[in-house]
């Protein structure tokens, strides 16, 4: 979703641009824009997802515009002379050559931003549904979704993004088309206009898949994976569909425009009768700008010779790997220095020092999703390997249901629910429910059904399972290991909601 | 008579624990604890003061499981050939012929062996150690099941010859009854008021069913860890600081098997660590010597017990 969010503020952002360079002769939009825009777009939904809180000094945000102030100077000035130096704010104001690249990438930013808080309140939002009986959760869902005054639920304004902006660029597109402006790249224009409506629908989409999947979790069932494969069926449809629409509505973009139509059906009329009119031609000069050829000439390149794409996307590099390195480096540094040494005045931290332990933190929780996503595939591999091996002793003459305790160790099936029970009592430590050495792993499970009672069942069945695993001489059948490892998940989420129940109290106390 | 499942023990269980409740109000634990030492093959202390239902509950399950029942209610001046028997010179036949004691039954009550002299507590000895019975030269084998339910008043101390450690360390398990709840009172007075609820009690089960299922408790599998965890538990009452003596490799060996009987009862055919804890106290605390400071302080080998519980570590999941 946060990529579709991205991807969609990123087209409209460019989408604009195109057409705020067709409407204004004066300016041409660069080509390094791209790259800046896709880049902020893509920080500023990930930091508004995961990072931001209603607690995030206002400093920081105003850093994030230096930044962006800053970028822009930077890839403007790269190859290019001004008449002004790039510290005279003031002049680059009322500048048009710096001030269209940055009021886009402001709206990029904001835009992208808008919809990372969004999924940022659909996360708190199921963090908060809890304790509901069944038939009031979707009730529920929508009444906290609301929560905030004047506020949408995050699915309207999801569709009202996508149908907003959808409608905007078709209506600039016929205005385009109206006025008489010949496109230079009519298919990068369509490309981006697909790119808007796929992602839009993409975003809109998945955010009513995850109210669903939230809402299922919440009644204690288990959320069919079908409906998600229906639903990217049904996006593949709606997807086509919008292609063919894209491609035959009569604007500029449209290899069908409204002239090739009207060609089609006169030349149709000519074949039945042989003294009808001749086509008429559209004359050339009519469909250029005024003072311009077929192509826009924008004023400056007539007088400056425009840098080479090259340089820009160079130039974007260059800042991408020492400017936004080195920063990110320095963060990354204080972070680490901070969480080291400070440990639990963490909560105390506000402004700058926050941001960047907030910042190593995220680098420190990538890292580690990186790593169990190389090694989760690694361990895979293994265990079918064992289960191959295991299910092979098996079949070579040991008793069926008995096997003695070597073979227990490398029972793939076994190994699953104790890891699933090692990962339960890890979990509860985090709550504070910590297992004591001398408590039996029985003790422990009713401890835990005292504090998470919802499912008290679901713990005897795992304990069950788990005693099984660990102390019997029993061959685990793979129902039985499915069903305790879907009762030690649904425990699992359960008291990861409880954590983060805790760091969102934490954070707002 | 077909070879029983480890489910029938289970079975086994409830069927007796119904019918003894049809005498003991409550006290549920203390019968499977009872239950439990019947599988394992051990013998059973009963320790409590007078009037709680020790005696009835021995006679309860006596008759709940058939079999030969005796009883021997202990004074000072009871000898030990009062127990084994005894040999007399049958004019007759011209030769010693020889006349059984109590102790020849399937389940013997010793009722206050305490108040028996340390010779007499002897002659139980060989019996409740090996099941078997040497009198003048010739040994008796005694039972299967062969079953000794001791009782014990621990307040009186005139009259009385305290255990010594070798008879005590022969009992499976200690058990203490304790008095009855409110309701449970009540109800054992609306029982007992018109009629002796023993006297109409059936039994339940056989002798034979018994040693089926005795032997199918040895069977019940035990892991490396649990093992651990057992001699974990009694070596740590031997480095007590509040213990003069702990239990011996005896005790860890009715540790274990009364896990595997507890497990059994439970319906599983494995022992985890909760059957060591629900038996550990009943099982050690009585094996203990406490040193005398701890026993001025009014220490007691439960409290020990249940102490150590709370500290050796189980390794559920290394």
Redesign the interface.
């Known amino acids: 979703m946060t990529l579709a969010c991205a991807l969609f503020s990123w087209a409209v952002g460019s989408l604009l641009g195109q057409y705020i360079s067709l409407f204004y002769g004066d300016w041409n939009f660069p080509v390094w824009l791209y790259g800046l825009l896709f880049l902020l777009s893509f920080e500023s939904v990930f930091y508004s997802a995961y990072v931001l809180s209603p607690r995030t000094p206002l400093t920081w945000r105003f850093l994030e515009i230096g930044l962006m102030w800053f970028l822009v100077t930077i890839c403007l000035r790269m190859g290019r002379s001004f008449s002004y130096p790039w510290w005279a704010v003031w002049r680059a104001a009322v500048d048009k050559a710096f001030l269209f690249p940055f009021g886009l990438a402001f709206l990029t930013w904001s835009i992208a931003g808008g919809f990372g808080q969004q999924l940022s309140r659909m996360k708190r939002i199921a963090d908060e549904l809890g304790d509901q009986a069944a038939s009031t959760i979707s009730w529920e869902f929508e009444s906290l979704a609301l929560k905030p005054e004047n506020s949408s639920i995050p699915l309207e304004y999801f569709l009202r993004r996508w149908v907003g902006f959808a409608v905007l660029f078709a209506g600039l597109a016929i205005a385009v088309r109206r006025s008489g402006i010949q496109i230079a790249s009519p298919f990068l224009m369509a490309g981006l206009y697909t790119l808007l409506l796929g992602t839009g629908l993409v975003a809109q989409g998945s955010a009513y898949l995850e109210r669903l999947a939230t809402i299922w979790e919440q009644i204690g069932l288990e959320y069919p994976r079908v409906l998600t494969a229906n639903w990217i069926r049904s996006l593949l449809i709606v997807s086509l569909v919008l292609m063919v629409l894209i491609n035959v509505i009569p604007v500029d973009f449209s290899p069908l425009t409204y002239d090739d139509l009207v060609r089609f059906f006169f030349s149709l009329l000519h074949r039945f009768s042989a003294d009808s009119p001749a086509l008429p031609e559209v004359p050339e000069e009519d469909l250029s700008p005024p003072g311009g050829g077929g192509v826009l000439q924008l004023p400056w390149q007539a007088d400056e010779e425009e840098p080479p794409m090259w340089a820009g996307i160079i130039a974007l590099l260059y800042i991408v790997v020492f400017v936004g390195g080195l920063g990110m480096a320095v963060a990354v540094f204080v972070g680490f220095v901070i969480v080291t040494f400070a440990q639990s005045e963490l909560e105390r931290l506000r402004g700058l020092p926050k941001a960047a332990v907030q910042f190593y933190l995220a680098v420190r929780t990538a890292f580690q999703q990186a790593y169990s996503f190389v090694f989760s595939g690694f361990r895979s591999v293994k265990r079918y390997a064992a289960t191959k091996a295991w299910s092979l002793s098996r079949s070579q003459g040991e008793p069926e249901g008995v096997y003695t ?1 070597p073979s227990r160790r490398d029972d793939p099936l076994a190994q699953d629910i ?1 890891g699933a ?2 990962q339960l ?1 890890q979990q509860a430590t985090s709550i504070g429910l910590v ?10 499970g009713r401890q835990l059904q005292q504090t998470v009672p919802e499912h008290e069942p679901e713990i005897a069945d795992f304990i069950d399972a788990y ?2 695993a ?5 061959a685990l059948d793979d129902r039985l290991t499915a069903r305790a490892l879907s009762a030690a998940g649904s425990v699992l989420s359960s008291l990861r909601r409880m954590v983060r129940r805790k760091q969102i109290d934490r954070t707002t106390d | 008579m077909t070879e029983p499942r480890i489910d029938s023990i289970a079975e086994f269980g409830r069927t007796l624990t119904e019918n003894i409740s049809r005498v003991i109000v409550g006290k549920k634990t203390e019968i499977r604890l009872i239950l439990t030492a019947l599988l394992s093959e051990g013998h059973i202390l009963l320790e409590d003061v007078p009037g709680v239902g020790k005696t009835m509950l021995a006679r309860a399950l006596a008759k709940s499981i058939g079999g030969t029942f005796s009883r021997i209610q202990c004074t000072p001046d009871l000898l030990p050939s009062d127990i084994t028997g005894v040999s007399v010179f049958d004019q007759k036949a011209g030769e010693f012929a020889f006349h059984p004691g109590p102790i020849m039954a399937q389940v013997v009550l010793v009722d206050e062996i305490n108040r028996a002299t340390p010779r007499t507590q002897a002659s139980l000895l060989e019996a409740m150690g090996e099941a078997q019975l040497t009198v003048d030269g010739t040994s008796y084998q005694l039972g299967p099941p062969f079953l000794v339910i001791a009782t014990q008043n621990p307040i009186e101390f005139e009259g009385t010859f305290p255990l010594p450690e070798a008879q005590v360390d022969r009992f499976f398990m200690r058990i203490s009854l304790g008095y009855p709840t409110l309701d449970e009172e009540k109800e054992i007075l609306r029982r007992q008021q018109s009629e002796k609820p023993l006297i109409g009690l059936e039994s339940c089960s056989c002798p034979q069913e018994v040693v089926l299922l005795q032997r199918l408790v040895r069977d019940v ?1 035990v ?4 093992r651990d965890y057992i001699i974990r538990l009694t070596h740590a009452t031997r480095s007590h600081r509040s213990v003069k003596l702990g239990a011996s490799p005896r005790g860890s060996l009715a540790l274990l098997r009364a896990s595997q009987a507890w497990a059994a009862l439970e319906g ?7 059957d060591v ?1 629900h038996t550990a106290v009943s099982i050690l605390a009585h094996r203990l010597i406490l040193s005398p400071e701890s026993e001025m302080r009014g220490l007691t080998g439960d409290a020990v017990i249940k102490e150590l ?9 290394p």
């Open positions: 305790s104790r029970y090692r009592v297992q004591k050495s001398s408590e039996t792993p029985g003790e422990f005693h099984l660990r102390y019997s001489h029993h | 599998y892991e490396e860890s649990i599983r055919d494995y022992v985890i660590p909760d804890k519980l709370n500290q050796v570590p189980v390794n559920a999941e």
